[in-house]
């Protein structure tokens, strides 16, 4: 015999008890009586499924839990022990002191966005970001959006619409969350045409190319792969040169945004914004919140014609920046002109760090979290699309799961549930926590979560 639905408690019945009364309370009739809703409605289905009905105290417990889940503040600081400098699913770059401050400031109160303090009219939001930005790379000048993805389709719906764009096939990719540059290439209004092969591509093939509607080459840096052994590329120089022979503009995607030689830090040599423009592309998009260590936002800088007309295209409004991340922008950026970007900006400082500091914190934290803890070098990556297969050398918290109901899987989601949540690796059956992604301010925090993790799984003997 199945139970019927009207086992179930009414909705009034619920709001009455204590517990329910008290998140009425806490938030509001409406909203509660809507959770009631959702789940008495979830109830029947289980119901339906040939389950029992729930008691009025477990589904008050879990009306609650609903309420906890939806209604928590958002988004949850947590602690990176994943050792992957700009994690995409964990915001990518964090912002520094002051641009977190700039941030808050713009948030929090009026300001001068778009508003000359000495005449008394009306300014424009992008002539302080912009001006901070030619001075960093050298352009005339720059635009600031609201990502890079709006960079690259705004600059080129500004530039190409209704003409054809060359790019080599092997740089015809896709960056990931739905980023394809033929996509993207459609949308602007362009037509893609492909040319050279996948793993070798020379200038003439791109001479071949040229017709009477061309409207520009573009090249895109290949942010998140590498291709090895027998592969070719012309350089942007010869590029910029071809084009020029043609009078059409040279536009580089360059991904991201890196302001600052990496090879000084033992990785491979990311291509920068500044040799795109000295290069003389007519425009460079990069994005804000991967190495350049901002907030998300998306840089067209080039030539002042270019930039010109890419601001007043109708898509410039569409993608327009946020004032919050501006003002972050503004703030990161003043980091760069005052070179002090590898000590400020948290993406750098995190890379520059050496292994031999990572070792010493790693063996103090790994005594405060016990015996299931061991101390092991390992390799950092910096994520974010950027600079694949590269890896800094570091050095991990290694918590052993030997015993543990669950493995290292168990062990992993209670550490993700903790206070704070903290993010690790699992590898071969050890939960490794790699500190370089960890502000040293927060070491006890994570040995102490570590312990907590430790001691709420279950070890059966
Ligand atoms: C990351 C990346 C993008 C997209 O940038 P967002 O700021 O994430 O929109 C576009 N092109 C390249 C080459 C990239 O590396």
Redesign the pocket.
């Known amino acids: 015999m199945t139970t019927p639905h009207r086992a179930l408690p009414s909705v009034d019945r619920l709001a009455s008890v204590p517990r329910i009364r008290a998140l009425i309370e806490s938030y509001s009739r409406e909203a509660v009586l809507g959770l009631v809703r959702e789940q008495l409605a979830e109830s029947r289905k289980e119901i339906d499924r040939g389950g029992g009905a729930p008691g009025v105290d477990a589904l008050a417990a879990a009306i609650e839990g609903r309420a906890g889940a939806v209604w928590r503040s958002w988004p949850s600081a947590l602690i990176n022990a994943t050792g992957v400098v700009l994690h995409t699913n964990l915001g990518r770059a964090p912002l520094s002191a002051a641009a977190t401050e700039a941030a808050r400031r713009a948030a929090g109160g009026y300001g001068d966005l778009e508003f000359d303090l000495e005449t008394g009219g009306r300014g424009s939001r992008q002539e302080h970001v912009s001006r901070l930005l030619c001075q960093i790379t050298g352009a005339e000048s720059a635009l600031a959006v609201n ?4 960079a ?1 389709l705004l600059g080129l719906a500004a530039l190409t619409a209704g003409k054809e764009v060359i790019v080599s096939k092997g740089e015809v ?1 896709e ?3 739905g ?1 394809r540059i033929p996509d993207v290439l459609r949308q602007s209004g362009a037509t893609l045409v492909e040319v050279g092969t996948t793993n070798r591509a020379y200038v003439r093939d791109y001479e071949e190319a040229m017709s009477a509607n061309t409207g520009a080459i573009l090249a ?5 792969f590498r291709v090895i052994g027998f592969a070719h590329s012309p350089s942007l120089a010869e590029l910029v040169e071809l084009g020029g022979r043609f009078g059409l503009p040279v536009m580089h ?4 945004g890196c302001l600052l030689e990496t090879s000084v830090f033992g990785l491979a040599h990311e291509p920068t914004p500044q040799e795109s423009l000295r290069d003389g592309v007519e425009l460079v ?1 990069f ?4 190495l350049l260590g901002g907030p ?3 840089i067209v800088a080039g030539s002042r014609e270019a930039v010109e007309t890419v601001s007043r295209h109708p898509y410039a409004r569409a993608a327009r920046i946020d004032k919050l991340s501006m003002a972050a922008l503004a703030a990161t950026l003043l980091h760069y002109v005052r070179g002090e970007a590898v000590e400020e900006v948290p993406v750098w400082r995190m890379i520059a760090l050496g292994a031999e500091a990572l070792e010493g914190r790693a063996r103090r934290c790994g005594l405060a979290v016990g015996e299931r803890a061991s101390v092991v070098e390992t390799l950092s990556t910096i994520g ?3 600079l694949p297969g590269e890896t800094l050398p570091s050095w991990a918290v290694s918590i052993d799961s030997t015993g543990i109901e669950g493995g290292a899987r168990m062990l992993s989601s209670r550490l993700r549930s903790g206070d704070p949540p903290v993010v690790g690796r699992i590898e071969d059956e050890r939960v490794v926590l790699d500190l370089r992604t960890v502000p040293p301010d927060q070491d006890g925090a994570l040995a102490r979560a570590a312990v907590e993790a430790i001691e709420t799984v279950s070890t059966p003997s």
Request: charged letters at 10%; hydrophobic letters at 30%.
């Open positions: 990502n890079n993805a709006s690259v990719v960056i990931g969350g980023f895109v840096h290949a942010s998140n995607d360059v991904g991201s998009f994005s804000g919140d991967k998300q936002s998306g974010g699309g950027s």
